[in-house]
């Protein structure tokens, strides 16, 4: 045998697979999609690696877990709460280890993907930075075992895909949190006015469209000011918080709700007629009527009611949006007038 060829056929086959990688790896850093990148993954992982099938697991926020599975050139990308007996056994041993079909007595069952026909052996790496798992990385060989060489691939290649993944999962979660905050109200958690006012546009042009009724209901807390004269700001924060959660719970499929101002808030309800605006206003005004609430210095609680004002469509269907808020708040300011802890209809 002539050592030179070896050894020059070893380099060049090094050469090809290091081209495949980083051609590869180039993809992947200018893609976010995660559906597209397992597509690459499976489609390339084989021509630097002798893999078959394999599978990334990673933690996907607080309490679930993005997984990738690629077999065959295919791949598909799901989340779980809950983890294969497989995966939580990885995921909590956190070492690396290699697995001959025959040594699976003592482990847990591994995916089907990773056991078809051909396969020789599994490979488990776990991918560790600042003492956090970035990702588990399950591998399967076809007809022979892992390489020094496949496993030197294997390695940086899944050392990128678990950080990329990673980075990509965390960016989305970061947006949507600075999204969350940008269109709800940071003290009771409703869609705040500029969200519930977007949500008013979007069901009126609906309700223009489709010919159905949209109505809006206005609810005020009834001698707010008084809370917090009497018990506190932090008390007034308190009982709006509560008012909030309790409106929260009674309202249905159909009716959205937001923080209005202040101690108002602002129902939407698409598609709903003057007489069941009313009905769903009652439904509110009763609720918030017969919940006691928990303040800092009432431990026994304190009776809160609302006034609320509502108006539809159907009564003025040339209208704008602001005139049916308008009207609306015209209702709201009756119902002070005449009492509060009542509901009043435009006209």
């Known amino acids: 045998m002539n050592v030179g060829n070896h050894w020059n056929d070893l380099t060049a086959q090094q050469l090809v697979r290091y081209d495949a990688l980083f051609e590869l790896l180039g993809v992947l850093q200018l893609d976010d999609e995660l559906d597209r990148i397992a597509g690459e993954v499976a489609r390339r992982f084989k021509y630097f690696a002798n893999v078959a099938s394999w599978r990334l697991l990673v933690e996907n926020g607080t309490r679930s877990f993005l997984i990738m599975d690629g077999s065959r050139g295919e791949a598909r990308v799901s989340e779980a709460d809950d983890l294969s007996c497989w995966d939580a056994f990885h995921y909590q041993n956190r070492r690396p280890c290699r697995i001959q079909l025959e040594s699976f007595v003592d482990l847990p069952a591994p995916p089907e993907h990773l056991v078809g026909k051909g396969i020789r052996e599994i490979e488990v790496i776990p991918f560790i930075r600042n003492h956090q798992c970035r990702g588990i990385l399950s591998l399967a060989s076809r007809h022979v075992p892992f390489t020094e060489l496949d496993n030197r691939f294997i390695r940086i290649f899944g050392s990128f895909l678990a950080d990329r993944v990673s980075d990509i999962l965390l960016r989305r979660e970061a947006t949507a949190a600075l999204l969350d905050r940008a269109s709800h109200d940071a003290l009771t958690g409703l869609p705040n006015r500029a969200s519930i006012l977007e949500r008013v546009e ?88 017969q919940t006691k609430i928990a303040l800092p210095d009432l431990p026994d609680g304190l009776n809160v009611t609302v006034s609320l004002g509502l108006a539809t469509t159907f009564q003025h269907p040339d209208e704008r949006v602001e005139q049916l808020l308008k009207r609306a708040d015209t209702a709201l300011y009756r119902a002070k007038r005449e009492g509060r802890n009542r509901v009043c209809a435009s006209d």
Not at 216 to 237: P, R
Not at 238 to 258: F, H, P, W, Y
Not at 264 to 284: G, N, T
């Open 202 to 289: 979007g069901q009126f042009s609906l309700a223009a469209r489709t010919g159905e009724p949209l109505s809006v209901i206005i609810a005020d807390i009834d001698h707010f000011k008084l809370i917090n004269d009497t018990h506190g700001h932090q008390s007034g924060d308190a009982a709006l918080c509560e008012i909030a959660q309790c409106m929260r719970t009674v309202t249905r499929d159909g009716e959205s709700l937001g923080r209005y101002g202040g101690e108002e808030f602002l129902f939407v309800l698409y598609p709903c007629s003057l007489e069941q605006a009313v009905l769903a206003a009652e439904r509110i005004r009763r609720a918030v009527s």
